[in-house]
Nanobody, 128 residues
C-alpha cells in the first residue's frame, strides 16, 4: 500500500504564488511517476502537471509557463511551484502516484484512471 499526502495549499490574491508538496510512502521500493490534478466544484478532475519516473515532465496548457513541477526521485516527493495564480486556478489539488497507463499513449498522461494512488487533496483559493 502506498500513502500519498499533500500539503501547502492556502489562500492568495491574484498574481500570488504557492508551493505544494506531495510525498508517497509505504510499500514502494521504486521510483514512482507522480502527477498533480485539480478539481473545482462541479468540474471534472483535471491534470495539471506530471513527472514521470523516466524523467519526462509535462504540463497542461492552462498552467504552462506559470507552474513548475519538480521531483525528488529518491524520496518519491513531488513539488508544484505555482506562480501568477489566477482565480480560475481555485480548486482542490490532488497528488497522484503510480502511473499504470501506457508511457507512450498521450491520452493516458492526464487521465485520472491511470493513477493508482491518490492523496486527499489540498485546497487552493485565489481571490481577485
Amino acid at each position: 500500500q502506498v500513502h500519498v499526502t499533500e500539503s501547502g495549499g492556502g489562500s492568495v490574491h491574484a498574481g500570488g504564488s504557492l508551493r505544494l508538496s506531495c510525498s508517497a510512502s509505504g510499500s514502494t521500493n521504486r521510483d514512482l511517476s507522480m502527477a498533480w490534478f485539480r478539481q473545482a466544484p462541479g468540474a471534472e478532475r483535471e491534470g495539471v502537471a506530471l513527472a514521470f519516473s523516466d524523467g519526462r515532465i509535462m504540463y497542461s496548457d492552462s498552467v504552462k509557463g506559470r507552474f513548475t513541477i519538480s521531483k525528488d526521485n529518491a524520496e518519491n516527493t513531488v513539488y508544484l511551484e505555482m506562480n501568477s495564480l489566477q482565480p480560475e486556478d481555485t480548486a482542490t489539488y490532488f497528488c497522484a502516484a503510480y502511473f499504470i497507463g501506457n508511457f507512450y499513449t498521450p491520452r493516458h498522461f492526464f487521465d485520472p484512471d491511470q493513477y493508482r494512488y491518490w492523496g486527499r487533496g489540498t485546497q487552493v483559493t485565489v481571490s481577485s
